[in-house]
Protein backbone atom coordinates (compact mmCIF):
# COMPACT_ATOMS: atom_id res chain seq x y z
CA UNK A 1 0.00 0.00 0.00
CA UNK A 2 0.72 3.78 0.00
CA UNK A 3 3.14 5.00 2.70
CA UNK A 4 4.51 8.16 3.41
CA UNK A 5 7.58 9.06 4.99
CA UNK A 6 8.42 12.02 7.70
CA UNK A 7 11.02 13.07 8.84
CA UNK A 8 11.92 14.04 11.73
CA UNK A 9 10.04 12.35 14.29
CA UNK A 10 10.84 14.96 16.90
CA UNK A 11 13.15 18.11 16.77
CA UNK A 12 13.92 20.47 19.08
CA UNK A 13 15.39 24.30 18.04
CA UNK A 14 16.07 27.30 19.56
CA UNK A 15 14.00 30.65 19.00
CA UNK A 16 15.47 32.21 15.63
CA UNK A 17 16.66 29.12 14.32
CA UNK A 18 15.33 27.84 10.76
CA UNK A 19 13.94 23.59 10.80
CA UNK A 20 13.27 21.53 7.79
CA UNK A 21 10.90 18.45 7.62
CA UNK A 22 10.82 15.96 4.89
CA UNK A 23 7.82 14.44 3.64
CA UNK A 24 7.98 11.18 1.12
CA UNK A 25 5.85 9.20 -0.70
CA UNK A 26 7.88 5.55 -0.95
CA UNK A 27 6.16 3.75 -3.24
CA UNK A 28 3.75 5.73 -5.09
CA UNK A 29 3.96 9.32 -7.07
CA UNK A 30 2.75 12.44 -5.36
CA UNK A 31 1.53 14.81 -7.32
CA UNK A 32 -0.27 16.94 -4.28
CA UNK A 33 1.36 17.17 -0.82
CA UNK A 34 -0.28 18.44 2.11
CA UNK A 35 1.00 20.01 5.30
CA UNK A 36 -1.22 19.55 8.23
CA UNK A 37 -0.63 21.51 12.33
CA UNK A 38 -2.37 19.54 14.84
CA UNK A 39 -2.05 21.67 18.43
CA UNK A 40 -2.75 19.07 21.89
CA UNK A 41 -6.18 17.58 21.70
CA UNK A 42 -7.16 19.72 18.31
CA UNK A 43 -7.90 18.64 14.83
CA UNK A 44 -5.60 19.00 11.68
CA UNK A 45 -5.82 22.13 10.40
CA UNK A 46 -4.68 22.65 6.67
CA UNK A 47 -1.57 24.84 6.25
CA UNK A 48 -1.19 24.77 2.84
CA UNK A 49 -1.46 22.47 -0.52
CA UNK A 50 1.75 21.48 -3.17
CA UNK A 51 1.93 20.64 -6.28
CA UNK A 52 4.64 19.70 -7.70
CA UNK A 53 6.88 22.14 -9.31
CA UNK A 54 4.58 24.99 -8.63
CA UNK A 55 3.72 27.45 -5.77
CA UNK A 56 2.32 26.15 -2.87
CA UNK A 57 -1.39 27.38 -2.30
CA UNK A 58 -1.05 28.81 1.83
CA UNK A 59 -4.64 28.26 3.56
CA UNK A 60 -6.07 31.99 4.88
CA UNK A 61 -3.53 33.20 8.27
CA UNK A 62 -0.99 31.11 7.62
CA UNK A 63 2.29 32.89 7.07
CA UNK A 64 4.48 31.98 3.82
CA UNK A 65 7.32 33.23 4.73
CA UNK A 66 7.06 31.98 7.70
CA UNK A 67 5.95 28.21 6.78
CA UNK A 68 8.49 27.67 3.09
CA UNK A 69 7.24 24.71 1.42
CA UNK A 70 9.16 23.05 -1.46
CA UNK A 71 8.03 20.44 -3.51
CA UNK A 72 10.69 19.92 -6.28
CA UNK A 73 10.03 16.32 -7.22
CA UNK A 74 7.01 13.68 -7.34
CA UNK A 75 8.16 12.16 -3.96
CA UNK A 76 9.57 14.81 -1.99
CA UNK A 77 8.00 17.78 0.02
CA UNK A 78 9.59 20.06 2.50
CA UNK A 79 8.04 22.61 5.26
CA UNK A 80 10.77 24.97 6.34
CA UNK A 81 9.74 27.00 9.34
CA UNK A 82 11.79 29.82 9.50
CA UNK A 83 13.12 32.12 12.30
CA UNK A 84 11.16 29.78 14.67
CA UNK A 85 9.55 31.05 17.76
CA UNK A 86 8.23 29.04 20.54
CA UNK A 87 4.72 29.77 19.39
CA UNK A 88 5.37 27.81 16.44
CA UNK A 89 6.16 24.70 18.92
CA UNK A 90 3.20 22.09 17.47
CA UNK A 91 2.74 19.19 15.95
CA UNK A 92 3.37 18.93 11.33
CA UNK A 93 1.83 16.04 9.81
CA UNK A 94 2.18 15.78 6.02
CA UNK A 95 -0.13 13.66 3.36
CA UNK A 96 0.35 12.91 0.39
CA UNK A 97 -2.29 11.79 -3.05
CA UNK A 98 -0.70 10.05 -5.51
CA UNK A 99 -1.13 10.59 -9.12
CA UNK A 100 -4.47 8.10 -9.69
CA UNK A 101 -7.77 9.51 -7.68
CA UNK A 102 -8.03 5.94 -5.79
CA UNK A 103 -4.72 6.12 -3.84
CA UNK A 104 -6.52 8.44 -1.53
CA UNK A 105 -4.60 10.36 1.03
CA UNK A 106 -2.23 8.67 3.06
CA UNK A 107 -0.63 10.72 5.93
CA UNK A 108 2.97 10.90 7.28
CA UNK A 109 3.89 9.85 11.08
CA UNK A 110 4.24 13.67 12.17
CA UNK A 111 6.97 16.00 13.63
CA UNK A 112 6.98 16.51 17.27
CA UNK A 113 8.43 20.59 16.49
CA UNK A 114 10.01 22.19 20.27
CA UNK A 115 11.28 25.52 20.05
CA UNK A 116 12.88 27.04 22.94
CA UNK B 1 -16.08 26.72 1.19
CA UNK B 2 -15.53 22.98 2.48
CA UNK B 3 -16.76 22.49 6.34
CA UNK B 4 -16.93 19.50 8.13
CA UNK B 5 -18.85 19.55 11.78
CA UNK B 6 -18.46 16.41 14.27
CA UNK B 7 -20.94 17.96 17.11
CA UNK B 8 -19.64 15.39 19.55
CA UNK B 9 -16.01 16.06 20.63
CA UNK B 10 -16.25 12.86 23.55
CA UNK B 11 -18.27 9.80 23.47
CA UNK B 12 -18.13 7.34 26.05
CA UNK B 13 -20.00 4.12 25.29
CA UNK B 14 -20.35 0.35 26.36
CA UNK B 15 -18.87 -2.58 24.84
CA UNK B 16 -21.12 -4.35 22.57
CA UNK B 17 -23.34 -1.45 22.24
CA UNK B 18 -23.92 0.17 19.13
CA UNK B 19 -21.88 3.49 17.83
CA UNK B 20 -22.62 6.13 15.92
CA UNK B 21 -20.53 9.17 15.35
CA UNK B 22 -22.08 12.14 13.82
CA UNK B 23 -20.82 13.89 10.70
CA UNK B 24 -21.97 16.96 8.82
CA UNK B 25 -20.76 18.79 6.09
CA UNK B 26 -21.04 21.81 3.88
CA UNK B 27 -20.14 21.68 -0.11
CA UNK B 28 -22.00 23.60 -2.56
CA UNK B 29 -20.56 20.60 -5.33
CA UNK B 30 -20.21 16.93 -5.07
CA UNK B 31 -18.04 15.82 -2.03
CA UNK B 32 -15.57 13.09 -1.17
CA UNK B 33 -16.09 12.17 2.18
CA UNK B 34 -14.11 9.94 4.72
CA UNK B 35 -13.32 8.51 7.99
CA UNK B 36 -10.39 8.37 9.40
CA UNK B 37 -9.16 7.03 12.70
CA UNK B 38 -5.88 7.75 14.85
CA UNK B 39 -5.23 5.35 17.74
CA UNK B 40 -2.78 6.04 20.76
CA UNK B 41 0.54 7.50 19.63
CA UNK B 42 0.07 5.82 16.00
CA UNK B 43 -0.38 7.94 12.76
CA UNK B 44 -3.89 8.61 10.49
CA UNK B 45 -5.30 5.84 9.31
CA UNK B 46 -7.89 5.55 6.41
CA UNK B 47 -11.18 3.82 7.66
CA UNK B 48 -13.99 5.02 5.06
CA UNK B 49 -13.86 6.45 1.91
CA UNK B 50 -17.53 6.72 1.01
CA UNK B 51 -17.05 6.27 -2.56
CA UNK B 52 -15.47 2.49 -2.06
CA UNK B 53 -18.62 1.48 0.41
CA UNK B 54 -16.60 -0.91 2.47
CA UNK B 55 -17.13 -1.94 5.83
CA UNK B 56 -13.26 -1.95 7.88
CA UNK B 57 -13.33 -3.43 11.03
CA UNK B 58 -17.62 -3.54 11.54
CA UNK B 59 -17.87 0.13 10.74
CA UNK B 60 -20.10 1.93 8.15
CA UNK B 61 -21.31 5.55 6.83
CA UNK B 62 -23.33 6.40 4.37
CA UNK B 63 -23.46 9.27 3.00
CA UNK B 64 -26.56 11.32 3.24
CA UNK B 65 -26.49 14.00 0.19
CA UNK B 66 -30.10 15.54 1.35
CA UNK B 67 -28.88 15.80 5.27
CA UNK B 68 -25.02 16.65 4.15
CA UNK B 69 -24.28 13.68 6.58
CA UNK B 70 -22.09 11.33 6.73
CA UNK B 71 -22.50 9.44 9.75
CA UNK B 72 -19.83 6.31 11.09
CA UNK B 73 -21.56 3.21 12.21
CA UNK B 74 -21.06 0.09 14.22
CA UNK B 75 -23.44 -2.05 15.77
CA UNK B 76 -21.46 -3.72 18.55
CA UNK B 77 -18.59 -1.68 19.73
CA UNK B 78 -15.21 -3.29 20.95
CA UNK B 79 -12.58 -2.28 23.14
CA UNK B 80 -10.18 -1.69 20.82
CA UNK B 81 -12.71 0.87 18.65
CA UNK B 82 -11.62 3.42 21.37
CA UNK B 83 -9.73 5.87 19.65
CA UNK B 84 -9.92 9.42 17.89
CA UNK B 85 -11.92 9.97 14.74
CA UNK B 86 -12.01 12.54 12.36
CA UNK B 87 -14.47 13.05 9.65
CA UNK B 88 -12.56 14.52 6.37
CA UNK B 89 -13.98 16.10 2.80
CA UNK B 90 -12.08 16.62 -0.58
CA UNK B 91 -14.22 19.02 -3.02
CA UNK B 92 -14.05 18.76 -6.48
CA UNK B 93 -10.92 20.35 -7.93
CA UNK B 94 -9.09 21.74 -5.18
CA UNK B 95 -8.70 18.11 -3.59
CA UNK B 96 -7.62 19.89 -0.30
CA UNK B 97 -8.85 17.57 2.77
CA UNK B 98 -10.44 19.50 5.39
CA UNK B 99 -11.11 17.94 8.44
CA UNK B 100 -13.59 17.89 11.78
CA UNK B 101 -12.64 18.97 15.10
CA UNK B 102 -12.73 14.85 15.79
CA UNK B 103 -14.86 12.53 18.32
CA UNK B 104 -13.03 11.19 21.01
CA UNK B 105 -14.18 7.37 21.31
CA UNK B 106 -13.98 5.57 24.64
CA UNK B 107 -15.46 2.03 24.88
CA UNK B 108 -15.98 0.85 28.68
CA UNK B 109 -15.39 -2.52 29.53
Known amino acids: GAVVSQHPSRVICKSGTSVKIECRSLDFQATTMFWYRQFPKQSLMLMATSNEGSKATYEQGVEKDKFLINHASLTLSTLTVTSAHPEDSSFYIC????????????FGSGTRLTVV | AQRVTQPEKLLSVFKGAPVELKCNYS??????LFWYVQYSRQRLQLLLR??SRESIKGFTADLNKGETSFHLKKPFAQEEDSAMYYCALSGQGAQKLVFGQGTRLTINP
Open chain 2, 50 to 51: HI
Open chain 2, 27 to 32: YSGSPE
Open chain 1, 95 to 106: SARGVQANYGYT
